[in-house]
Nanobody, 123 residues
Framework: QVQLVESGGGLVQAGDSLRLSCAASGLTFSNYAMGWFRQAPGKEREFVAA????????HYADSVKGRFTISRDNSKNTVYLQMNSLKPEDAAVYYC????????????????WGQGTQVTVSS
């Protein structure tokens, strides 16, 4: 049974940093591209960042480029999202997802999803 478990969310002030983690089990982690998405209340789920299975290729949403960094440790079956210079508009539930075919920015391409972790940013 595949499980993706996010952690690291919380309440921070604008300008602060957070690092989200997503621990995977039940799949050959190194075979999967990984992505982070987010969903704010009343809004659709949106792409944040994605990373190839090797970690060599990354892709970011324009809204987070230069502030967020996605990375992975295949020895720990874990993907990370380092979020710096957080803004109130970054507040959302953040989800990690796994995709066998490669980097994708569309949620429907992803095979497995975590339950999400809440990020709240106060101004």
């Amino acid at each position: 049974q595949v499980q993706l478990v996010e952690s690291g969310g919380g309440l921070v002030q604008a300008g602060d940093s957070l690092r989200l983690s997503c621990a995977a089990s039940g799949l050959t982690f190194s075979n999967y591209a990984m992505g982070w998405f987010r969903q704010a209340p009343g809004k659709e789920r949106e792409f944040v960042a994605a990373l190839s299975w090797s970690g060599e290729n990354t892709h970011y949403a324009d809204s987070v480029k230069g502030r967020f960094t996605i990375s992975r440790d295949n020895s720990k079956n874990t993907v990370y999202l380092q979020m710096n210079s957080l803004k109130p508009e970054d507040a959302a539930v953040y989800y990690c997802a796994a995709e066998i075919s490669g980097i994708a920015t569309t949620a429907t391409f992803y095979d497995y999803w975590g339950q999400g972790t809440q990020v709240t940013v106060s101004s």
